[in-house]
């Protein structure tokens, strides 16, 4: 059963901003996701799923992959349990399903149907 539902794609012009946010879907991993690191991946037709951002889980500290640095920004909300990925710059090479997981070291702790449905960027030129 998934444990994060994540939303905000969307289709944007090359150079547009989006959004994400990712919250527990269950409130029994509310606890577990306020008290993990947090990363976004992202996975487009025909290949495997890659790292894109991680959020330690008191938020002070954050990762990127290098393809991203200087364009997105990975943050997270005690208040409201939830995480985000603010885009800028967007560029037709973002396309892909965006998802978030429970995050060590730039890999993903979820398996199967852990994972949410994730939310689909498509970003034209």
């Known amino acids: 059963q998934a444990q994060v539902a994540e939303s905000g794609g969307g289709l944007v012009q090359a150079g547009g901003s989006l959004r994400l946010s990712c919250a527990p879907s269950?409130?029994?991993?509310?606890?577990?996701?306020?008290?993990?690191?947090m990363g976004w991946f992202r996975q487009a037709n025909g290949k495997n799923r890659e790292f894109v951002a991680g959020?330690?889980?008191?938020?002070?500290?954050?990762d990127y992959v290098d393809s991203v640095k200087g364009r997105f920004t990975i943050s997270r909300d005690s208040d409201k349990n939830t995480v985000y990925l603010q885009m800028t710059n967007l560029k037709p090479e973002d396309t892909a399903v965006y998802y978030c997981?429970?995050?060590?070291?730039?890999?993903?702790?979820?398996?199967?149907?852990?994972w949410g449905q994730g939310t689909q960027v498509t970003v034209s030129s």
């Open positions: 269950r409130p029994s991993f509310g606890s577990t996701f306020r008290t993990s690191a």
């Open positions: 997981a429970q995050t060590l070291q730039r890999r993903p702790l979820f398996r199967g149907n852990s």
């Open positions: 959020v330690s889980r008191g938020g002070s500290n954050t």
